[in-house]
């Protein structure tokens, strides 16, 4: 039986991926350091790796796709706890939040969990309240290491997310006990999706509309204690689950309904505004920081969406390679998916996009950290002036924060979507992770400022600046300075795309911003200065803004990168693979205004599928240099050894015994099977012979 | 306290809803008519739906969304018997396979479960089976109506799906005995995804290779028993369970390892290819028609396009009309969401696209019906021309369903990510419907033919039809008659769109279409002819392809409809926001092959925000219209009354008791809030006071 012995030989995908990494060229270590923006962060990272994937109680493996909601939630609330004690251990939150940043990619219900308390909750405090309050919240209480306060962050209500401004919490100011009582008046009021308040905080930082003497101060934040020390809720305090979510099922986010809850005055969180001793409010005009801490969390996103793409473009990557479909004419044994031209297409640039993210997240982070630290040395040294640079400056991060938030959280559930596709059936098994990835990563499009309408905030900063800029030549700066070039290449003509030459890739984004924001002021003019109708294209403006960004950046630091270890020229050809795949994903923007012509695109297009040939050797080498270890790719299709099936089957086998062959169900569905004919269950009652009965 | 009061006035999002619908100025029940193709159609779609949604075992509610897969398992389970008895009762499959398509909006992987038995077991047995095998099993044994046999489909195995020609299952006829030895030879070809064989297929339809004499004939189909008349597993079969995915959950998918299982010779289907009394295999050509059993699949995943668009697009508008945010400059209400110019862009596209689906459904649907009928009857009368005309049109069929399968799952994808993200926070409840449905939805873009794969094949047989007319002259025929005019309309000279004459867009579909295909075919004259390196081409082509199916049938039947009840106006408008918003999605293409200029471009943008404005009073009347009750919205966002808020909020509620407020694993949790400091438990152990002692 020679036939039946020869095609015993199965499958060897594990083989294919070690000829990749023999090919590799260059130095993944090397290439690890450029991405993770220094030596320093490199070695920083690798160690947080160790601690977190050797953690028992923060373990995160294939029983984590069986888990129902209740036990997520249980375990979610174990590693919180596990958490908490590396914030002692570590000492500085920097260390901290990289190990969040690191648990985000496998276990983001955990860190939304943590970081709703001490990025939301505590950063709140932070952010509005004076130093005393901080300090005795975050230090005396010890909320900064999740000890004895453990918060959420009360914003959102049912009938409002987007419209902050419109919040209909009450905080009714009383003279004669000078206290305040939160009330939520109706339905629509009653504060929604909030994380940690159906089982887990004690407390919440509350926006509400502060009302002195009838009057409306607008919404200002408050601590407002839910639950006693014994954990029991307090009266006038209704809570409730908010139950099955798309996914983040170890969140416990709940709805709250105050019923004229008294709270001392001094809980009203005062950085900006306060009531002095005489009852009067004093609010200052700066008051507007104070929506300043929902921006650490967009900013953290862009990191999230770097972290989240490497560990799934790895996956597909390795699956790509390991997966063999159709041979070529002539060839005995079938072609690795890889290989093919519309694979390639499909993944290439998002591997590329993910090099792009690296590459945002750093500069925005730093960017973030940097104006951050400028703002509050002003607010301490009440330097006006220096406060009034800090506000441009923060103003400056909100534009590029909102852009980069947006594009980057969609350009990751596109991403995880395609490379689950890219899977086929298999990337459709919740062991390959892809599934509770992208129901826990959606949420990202919409929570802390909803894409569409962060976009649109950014592409009204954008074309704001430009008209400020043609109407009262006010100089852009930052990183919008490049508007300045607007009378050069405003217009309809072409732009040479010379593919020797990166920086003129930047040169075409920068072009085609230009020109969507001529266009955009000139329709402005037309339109009685309706910015709702431009709605399409400030969305269009900021997603090419977040490109431009991340081109610009990426040029300046291969620039500044030695040549060590033969990395850069793969990364000038990811460089190219991206910014070209952008201009092809937006051709019609390019082609209509001019920017690139018709002959350009086709070029565009088949340099592309050059391009992706000479990447194609090295790319097991670049996932490789993410130095995920198999913790964090948790997924069968994706591990290190590359062999695919048998770590898949394994866990399959592993997760459901197959000892018992029948379903707890089977008895009634056996039964259902075995069941008499209709005419045996109606008792022949409707056959020839009774019918004929029945008419006699 | 007058401002307490005023406040206590919550949002009103039924009398919006209301409001809309006695502006609605057409006749939603001739829409209705419309839409399902006639007034039977109509009729009988109304009749099916009030059998389903009043049947108290079919029923599916909010309660649907807090299932476990235990539980989801044994109620799909229990469904499918009762489904099994609407089978005795409607006497024939029409009237049922109305029953699934409509239980597939609401319940998919109930219809999956069903529909895999009757759909791809039973049609495989009738595809390649001889009619005294059929007749055996569905009417003897009982499979049709779902007793006695109820069976699987294996085809997908470990290592391949998309090349089913490559499949490694094999079954050895031995002559001695005159039976057939199926066994899986490794690994890879363990047969993998097959749904229901996990715990209640108790018979296989196998798809292996027929090995005679050390000869391989290629793949073949044979019945497998499973399980015997006691459910349990035969000697041979081993079964386990595929476990967790990212939807599906009522889908008891499983993984089959056959060693030496054997049946009779006669389990063998047979009505091409047979083993006759001397041993000799007889494969006739026309033995390819045999994988005709995933083309009714195909097909009906158009319908389930429409139907599920149809129920996400009416939630988001309802959704949309209820809500409001931000007031315009000067008004006191805030502005409903749906009329933001970016709101309309974002959703009422998908609402003209769901029209268009119903229109590609009915005309598939019905080819792909009289096609088989022909081919049967010519099969039958052993016709050999009529066989080959029915061939020709099969493939005609193939190539549409390809088209229409995968651009119409992937459109609904990404129109119920859309609509969630529309909802904006809600979205992500689970009590909206967006986040399971999703889930059970995007396998539709992976299994009965990838979409990538069926994409390139539509590409590749437009472009190989163009070929053979261009360079034989045969002329194009059936829905492909238009690449006839290939002479006329390639090169690179725009085309002119006139808004006012419907059919000019129909005409820049075919040029574009065309246009692409010519410049395909000199890509292949310049690459040595590699259809690998245009597969990017064929995917556009076939995405543009079935735009223009949709739209050339419906200005067709639009024409044939008579002016009645004022619908006429509307579809026109829909038949315009669809086509030019086609136009715009895929401007890059349009405008670089030339079909439109730049300033049609804008023309087409500036042309859709008017259209929208148009259409907008109209969209509650455009949803109504499907006539889905609330059964078929299950939706805390959707229903019909439009009161959003109590609605959503009564299912929370209902659904998560607050009755006790703390969780199972509080205690835990608690101990942790309530922990020491880290010096106290360390008992000091490094405090100053011990390091100075342990130094002395």
Request: with cysteine.
């Amino acid at each position: 039986m020679t036939l039946l012995r020869e095609n015993q030989k199965g499958p060897r995908p594990a083989t294919s991926i070690w000829a990749e990494r023999d090919a590799t060229d260059f130095d993944i270590n090397k290439m690890h350091v450029f991405l993770e923006g220094s030596e320093e962060g490199a070695a920083q990272i690798l160690k947080e790796m160790q601690e977190v994937e050797r953690d028992p109680i923060l373990k995160t493996d294939e029983t984590y796709y069986d888990m129902t909601k209740a036990e997520h939630r249980e375990v979610t609330a174990r590693k919180i706890g596990q958490l908490a004690k590396y914030i002692e251990q570590d000492g500085n939150l920097e260390s901290f939040e990289r190990k969040m940043n690191l648990m985000s990619i496998v276990d983001p219900q955990l860190t939304t969990r943590v970081g709703i308390h001490l990025k939301l909750f505590l950063a709140c405090i932070n952010g509005t309240g004076t130093d005393a309050q901080f300090n005795y919240w975050a230090h005396e209480r010890g909320a900064l290491f999740i000890r004895d306060v453990y918060g959420c962050f009360g914003m959102t209500e049912m009938a409002h997310g987007s419209n902050v401004a419109a919040l209909e919490t009450t905080a009714t100011y009383r003279k004669e006990t000078k206290d305040i009582v939160i009330n939520t008046p109706h339905v629509g009021a009653t504060k929604w999706w909030i994380g940690g308040a159906a089982h887990s905080a004690n407390h919440c930082s509350v926006y509400a509309r502060l009302i002195v003497d009838g009057k409306d101060y607008g919404v200002k934040t408050f601590v407002v204690p839910l639950r006693d020390r014994e954990h029991e809720l307090l009266p006038g305090v209704a809570i409730g689950d908010i139950g099955a979510k798309m996914g983040r099922d170890g969140i416990d986010n709940g709805w709250i309904q105050f019923t004229n809850v008294v709270i001392p005055k001094e809980y009203m969180l005062s950085k900006y505004t306060y009531i002095d001793e005489d009852d009067t409010v004093v609010d200052p005009p700066l008051a507007q920081l104070s929506y300043g801490a929902l921006l650490g969390g967009r900013v953290s996103m862009v990191t999230d969406s770097f972290r989240t793409s490497e560990r799934f473009i790895t996956i597909a990557l390795r699956y790509a390679v390991g997966r063999r479909q159709f041979a070529s004419k002539g060839k005995a044994e079938e072609n690795q998916i890889i290989n093919y031209p519309l694979h390639q297409k499909r993944l290439f640039p998002l591997l590329a996009t993910t090099y792009a993210m690296s590459i945002g997240s750093y500069k925005i982070e730093t960017e973030f950290a940097q104006t951050l630290k400028q703002l509050d040395g002003a607010v301490r040294a009440q330097d006006l002036k220096e406060m009034s640079d800090a506000i441009n400056r923060l103003k400056n991060v909100f534009c590029f924060s909102a852009c980069l938030k947006s594009t980057c959280t969609w350009f990751t559930a596109q991403l995880i979507d395609e490379c689950r596709q890219a899977c086929g059936g298999h990337g459709y098994s919740s062991y390959s992770g892809f599934g509770k990835a992208y129901n826990d990563w959606v949420v990202q499009c919409t929570w802390e400022g909803d894409n569409n309408i962060l976009a649109t905030n950014a592409g009204r900063i954008i074309i704001q600046t430009l008209q400020k800029f043609q109407a009262k030549g006010k100089k852009p700066s930052g990183d919008l300075s490049f508007l300045g070039k607007a009378d050069h290449v405003k217009g309809n003509k072409p732009l040479t795309l010379d593919f020797k030459k990166p920086s003129s890739l930047v040169d075409v984004f920068e072009a085609v911003v230009i020109r969507l924001s001529v266009g955009s002021i000139e329709k402005l003019a037309q339109n009685g200065n309706d910015w709702d109708l431009i709605a399409p294209e400030r969305v269009l403006i900021s997603k090419l803004n977040a490109a431009l960004f991340m081109l610009t950046h990426w040029l300046i630091k291969l620039e500044a990168t030695p040549e060590d270890g033969n990395i850069k020229k793969h990364l000038y050809t990811l460089f190219a693979i991206y910014g070209l795949s952008q201009i092809d994903l937006f051709a019609g923007a390019f082609l209509a205004e001019g920017v690139i012509d018709q002959a350009s695109l086709k070029a565009v297009q088949a340099h592309l599928m050059d391009l992706f040939k000479e990447i194609r050797p090295h790319i097991i080498g670049l996932t490789d240099a993410f130095k995920f270890s198999d913790f964090f790719i948790n997924s069968g299709l994706g591990f290190y050894n590359g062999d695919v099936y048998t770590n898949y089957f394994g866990i399959v086998k592993k997760q459901n015994d197959n000892s018992k062959s029948k379903a707890p169900y089977s008895k009634e569905f056996e039964a259902v099977l075995r069941r008499d004919t209709l005419e045996v269950r109606q008792n022949f009652g409707k056959s020839a012979k009774t019918l004929k009965k029945l008419s006699e």
